[in-house]
Structures are given as C-alpha cells and as structure tokens.
C-alpha cells in the first residue's frame, strides 16, 4: 500500500527556519518524481516545488524560490522540504504528493500544519 | 502563470442528478506529444485531495464510472452523471504542461 506521513509542521516566529519531511513507502520511492503542495487555511490548493528522481532537478513556484529548497534520500524513502526566512503568508497544510506521470499527483500524504506567526 | 478559472465555485445538487463543472485555462494545455495535461482532483471535508481524472479523460484507479472528463485546448468539462452522497468536497483542476503548476479556485459541491 503506498503511503506518505509527512511531519515537521507546528509553530514557527516569522523569519525562521523548520525542515519538512515525508516518509514514503509501499512504492519505488526512487522511481518518482515528488512534490510539495500547500493550502492555506479555508484556501485553494498551490503547487510548491518538484524534484525530479535523482534529486539533480527542482522547480519551485516564485513565491517561495531563495528560500524554499526541497530535496530527496532515496536511501531513506524521504522528501523533504527545508524553509527559510519564512512569512505569516507560509502558513498553510503542507502536502507532499507523488507524481504519476506529467504531473498528475496519484498520491497525497495526510499533510502537515505549519503556521508562522510571533 | 497559466491561470486556470473554474466555474461554478459553489453547486448544490439533488441526489441522483447530474453534475458538470467547467474549467478554463489561459493558455493551451496541448503538449506537443499530442497529449493535454489537464487533471482532475476531489478533496473531501477534512481528507487530503485525491486524483479523480489524468490528462483531460482518463479516470484514475478506483474512481467510479459516474465521474467523466472531457475537453481540448483551454477548455474542459467534470460531469458526475449521478451525484451521489459520497461526492461532496471541493474539486479542482490543475494544469501539468506549464510551470508554475496550477490549480483552479476550486468548486464546492454539496448536496441539497
């Protein structure tokens, strides 16, 4: 059964710096490109960031570029995100989410909460 | 950005009756390997979204035969033939050709 259990989330002071993770399993972790989504609370969904298989290619959306960087272990069958200098405007669920082909997201993991606020 | 824009965003539907919903984006989603990259997802209240149908008409695995995607180019069509209890949530469409990725403002769909 493919699975994702994302964690790291909580609460952070504008400015600072926390690192998501997602543990996945039950699939080819390795043979995946991944992705980061997020949704503000009683908001739409907006796509983050993607790495490719290996790691060597990322994508991120204009919002979070130089401060967002996302990045894989395919050792450990986990992604992750690590975020910097973050922003009230940050706060949101963060999903991670497999990408099946031309990036439809097959699979969502529970997602995790970070809120940025002093 | 590719802007993609649903309507309705809000539809209240009766049991057993048909459901569509309309999304439009700015530019073509046509890739030049013939294939359109348009997909469809459902988040249900309090659950993570869940992909509903892939490149414009192809449902995912699971997904009832109730749910069916059509369209080309910019525009595009979800109908539920059959709207059933089970089908409340916000759908959304989202383009893969065009980076950024993008997703639709999302359409709530309830039940009356």
């Known amino acids: 059964e493919v699975q994702m259990v994302e964690s790291g989330g909580g609460l952070f002071q504008p400015g600072g710096s926390l690192r998501l993770s997602c543990a996945a399993s039950g699939f080819t972790f390795s043979n995946h490109w991944m992705n980061w989504v997020r949704q503000a609370p009683g908001k739409g969904l907006v796509w983050v960031s993607r790495v490719n298989t290996d790691g060597s290619g990322t994508t991120y959306a204009d919002s979070v570029k130089g401060r967002f960087t996302i990045s894989r272990d395919n050792a450990k069958n986990t992604l992750y995100l690590q975020m910097n200098s973050l922003r009230a405007e940050d706060t949101a669920v963060y999903y991670c989410?497999?990408?099946?082909?031309?990036?439809?997201?097959?699979?969502w993991g529970q997602g995790t909460l970070v809120t940025v606020s002093s | 950005d590719t802007v993609m824009t649903q309507t309705p965003l809000s539809l209240s539907v009766t049991p057993g009756q048909p459901a569509s919903i309309s999304c439009k984006s700015s530019?073509?989603?046509?890739?030049?390997?013939?294939?359109?990259?348009l997909h469809w997802y459902l988040q249900k209240p309090g659950q993570s979204p869940q992909l509903l149908i892939y490149e414009v008409s192809s449902r995912f695995s699971g997904v009832p035969d109730r749910f069916s995607g059509s369209g080309s180019g910019t525009d595009f069509t979800l109908k539920i033939s059959r709207v059933e209890a089970e089908d409340v949530g916000v759908y959304y469409c989202?383009?893969?050709?065009?980076?950024?990725?993008?997703f639709g403002e999302g359409t709530k769909v309830e039940i009356k």
């Open positions: 530019q073509s989603l046509l890739h030049s390997d013939g294939n359109t990259y």
């Open positions: 989202m383009q893969g050709l065009h980076l950024p990725l993008t």
């Open positions: 989410a497999r990408d099946k082909y031309w990036n439809s997201f097959d699979y």
